[in-house]
């Protein structure tokens, strides 16, 4: 059972310590294609104060300029669920349209404790510094937010509101405190920008998380995120041409289990691998990376009726 899987890797997960973006979460396995390796996600964490960390939503004037990729992104989950189960009411005077992007990561990881959703009292670190690129000798959370403003660039461009937990790397925010910052924005979306990291050097391919409903308190997002996961998973899809290593659901992300609003992890690669650590740094396959991901999620948007 799935279920149990996943609560045997987060006690695992927990006993370890960190499971840091980039070292796997010892066992769960649900990646849709290839199976196992599940890619822990290291979460982003440190305590400070949300507020400064938060950009102010910058408004995007342009219409929504439909792409054809988002016509044409048909996930196999939109297929599926169709609806997604409960869109969140965001708050009086929040966009419709607002998404949250979260870089991954800070230059300097907290490691004090933080519980890893309501549901449970196990805790985990509240944000490690991430995984490093084996070649570039980039650090993840580097990485992360190159990318992530490259999203939101384009996102902007295509009329979407967004907000950003971190735009530097000097920060101190705990995963927790970035999910309470999206629930606090009423993000219709929230997407975590990480890479990820393996003991084997040829373990590559991006892939995408998405809260497993195993956490009651996830129950009301789970449908939504897995809609979202999928269509981001498909706009880079389309947009790398690569099929990636597909879907994973998780319980044990603390990122995920406090999130009151649809919230997806995308791990765009690995950086222990050379190859995949290089192609990664490259501007070209960032800004690829990008598109396909503002694909995604205008797709969800679209679907959701934002
Ligand atoms: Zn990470």
């Known amino acids: 059972m799935v279920k149990r899987v996943l609560l045997t890797a987060l006690l695992l997960a927990v006993s370890i310590g960190a499971a840091a973006c980039g070292s796997k979460p010892p066992s769960t396995a649900e990646l849709t294609p290839p199976t196992a390796t599940a890619t ?4 982003p964490s440190p305590a400070a104060a949300p507020a400064a960390g938060v950009a102010a939503p ?35 005077g929040a966009s419709q349209r607002l998404v949250m992007i979260d870089p991954g990561h800070q230059r300097v ?52 509101h967004v907000v950003m937990t971190r735009e530097t790397h000097d920060v101190d925010i705990s995963n927790k405190q970035r999910a309470d910052m999206a629930n606090d924005a009423g993000a219709a ?74 919230v997806t992890l995308v791990e765009i690669g690995f950086m222990t691998n050379p190859e995949e650590d290089e192609l990664m740094s490259q501007t070209a396959y960032q800004k690829k990376l990008a598109a396909g991901l503002a694909d995604g999620i205008e797709g969800y948007l679209k679907a959701v009726g934002r």
């Open 58 to 92: 910058t408004a995007a004037a342009a219409a929504p300029s439909p792409t054809t990729a988002a016509a044409a992104v048909t996930a196999p989950a939109a297929t599926q669920a169709a609806r997604p189960a409960a869109a969140p009411t965001p708050k009086p």
């Open 189 to 262: 979306l929230v997407v975590r920008i990480h890479a990820d990291g393996d003991s084997s050097p040829g373990t590559k391919g991006f892939s995408v998380l998405y809260p497993s409903a195993a956490q009651p308190a996830v129950k009301p997002i789970a449908a939504a995120s897995k809609q979202a996961a999928a269509l981001l998973l498909a706009g880079l899809q389309q947009a790398t041409g690569q099929q990636g290593r597909g879907l994973s659901a998780r319980d044990d992300l603390s990122g995920f289990n406090w999130s009151k609003v649809p």
């Open 109 to 160: 990881g907290n490691n004090e404790p933080e519980r890893v959703g309501p549901d449970t009292r196990e805790t985990k670190p509240k944000v490690s510094s991430g995984t490093a690129g084996v070649r570039t000798r980039k650090p993840e959370y580097v990485l992360n937010l190159e990318v992530s403003q490259l999203l939101k660039a384009e996102l902007v461009q295509r009329g979407i």
């Open 40 to 43: 822990a996600s290291a979460q």
